[in-house]
């Protein structure tokens, strides 16, 4: 298999039923607008990667820096226009500029920016300011995301704290929250995609491991695969941790040998449509697991199938930690690692297991949403139980991504064995 994301785009009516879904939930009379941001400077000429600001982008799927995005929900539109149905999209982007794009690579036209979005009314980004003083000269009030970090946002922000309409601001970041914590079936299938690639990049790296290798090659070999598979950005940097370093969770500096009898920690995932996808998995350098390794990878195995368990309607993330929990003090009991004098094995295996066993995900690997609310059938999660032992001098995680349905959690992803 090799799957190919280089042009993976969902379609644009999942774009515009999701602009009604938001419009659905707002007051009459509000203007919404969201921003695609830009890269924020490195260096002195030189530009982070740009990634758009994902409240922005899940409402059109525009990659481009600086755009913006202007929704409106006023009943007069209806007056003037029937089939508004007293709604309207405008999208606001840099027009084509050849000259510029022979340094920094080509915009999109009005016609292709349509054909992302499905949005008809496209304009020049110079024209917004006069539109927003128009809107806002009526008796329309505006509202954004202010979870949004943009220059563009904060400069607005700005101009507009010393007039009486910023009273009235309203911040939409909760009700986009909602949106996104339920994932639609074209989402569904961007992030089994995306999945595809990470699987069949796994494939190769763990046919290419061997003692003595580094852990940034490991890394490498495997990004290399995903790279070439069309994600070229991925969901976030790979981990690839060696031997003790496998007790560090998110280990930044993967440059040591790994050595025989050694396990290595990856944690990695490619995306697809701007979708995230988020695996770990826990290699035996050699090719085979000591007793120690094994009992390890039995006991994070287990208590995987506990998260599952658990994760159903009417459950939420902070349950699902606790049943898991009891499943990984158990098992530490039973190896040894928690004394079995040791009256309250629950709080003794906090030493061991001390991250999050799940989160959501979607558009951000670790994905935006309200960590008290009840699950529902649509929601993505990452399932990462975790187990790390100083005493043994290593520790892992084994993580697959799952879909809940109405007949409770399936795996995404397949599960290592
Ligand atoms: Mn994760």
Redesign the pocket.
């Known amino acids: 298999m090799f799957t190919l994301v280089s042009d993976y785009k969902l379609p644009s009516s999942e774009y515009t039923e999701r602009r009604l879904n938001l419009l659905g939930k707002i007051e009459e009379g509000t203007a919404v607008l969201l921003f695609a941001g830009r890269a924020p400077m490195a260096s002195l000429d030189e530009a982070y990667p740009f990634l758009p600001n994902r409240n922005f982008f899940y409402f059109c799927g525009i990659e481009q820096e600086e755009s913006v995005l202007l929704l409106i929900k006023d009943s007069s539109l209806t007056r003037s226009n029937p089939a508004s149905n007293g709604l309207s999209a405008r999208l606001y982007i840099h027009p084509r500029e050849p000259e510029k794009e022979k340094w920094t690579g080509k915009r999109l036209s009005f016609e292709e920016a349509s054909a992302i979005s499905g949005i008809s009314d496209v304009r020049v980004l110079e024209d917004l300011k006069e539109d927003m003083e128009e809107i806002l000269s009526g008796s329309i009030k505006l509202a954004w995301d202010e979870t949004d970090l943009s220059p563009l946002r904060a400069h607005l922000e700005k101009e507009m704290a010393k007039t009486e309409q910023f009273d009235t601001v309203t911040d939409i970041s909760g009700i986009v929250t909602l949106l996104r914590m339920i994932k639609s079936p074209s989402e569904v299938k961007a992030i089994r995609t995306a999945i595809a690639v990470t699987e069949e990049s796994l494939q190769v790296l763990e046919g290419s491991l061997h003692p003595g290798m580094t852990e940034n090659e490991a890394k490498a070999i495997l990004e290399a695969e995903m790279v070439k598979r069309g994600s070229l950005f991925q969901s976030f940097s790979t981990i690839a941790a060696g031997g003790k370093n496998t007790l560090c969770l998110h280990y930044p500096t993967p440059r040591d040998v790994i050595e025989d009898g050694q396990m290595l920690q990856i944690?990695t995932g490619a995306r697809a449509g701007g979708y995230c996808s988020?695996i770990?998995r826990a290699y035996a350098i050699n090719g085979k697991r000591d007793s120690r390794q094994q009992a390890l990878f039995e006991l994070i195995t287990e208590c995987k199938k506990t998260s599952l368990s658990a994760i159903r309607s009417g459950s939420t993330i902070a349950k699902v930690n606790e049943e898991t929990r009891k499943t990984a003090a158990a098992g530490l009991r039973e190896l040894g690692v928690i004394s079995r004098s040791e009256k309250d094995a629950l709080e003794a295996c906090k030493k061991y297991y001390w991250h999050n066993t799940l989160?959501h995900?979607g558009l951000d690997?670790?994905d935006v949403c309200d960590r008290d609310m009840v699950f529902v059938p649509g929601m993505v999660f990452?399932v990462?139980p975790g187990i790390y032992i100083p005493e043994w001098g290593f520790g892992f995680r084994v993580?697959d991504d799952v879909l809940l349905t109405d007949h409770g959690a399936e795996y995404l992803s397949t599960p290592q064995t």
Do not use: F, T
Request: hydrophobic letters at 30%.
């Open positions: 944690d988020d770990s989160h995900m690997v670790h990452a990462e993580e």
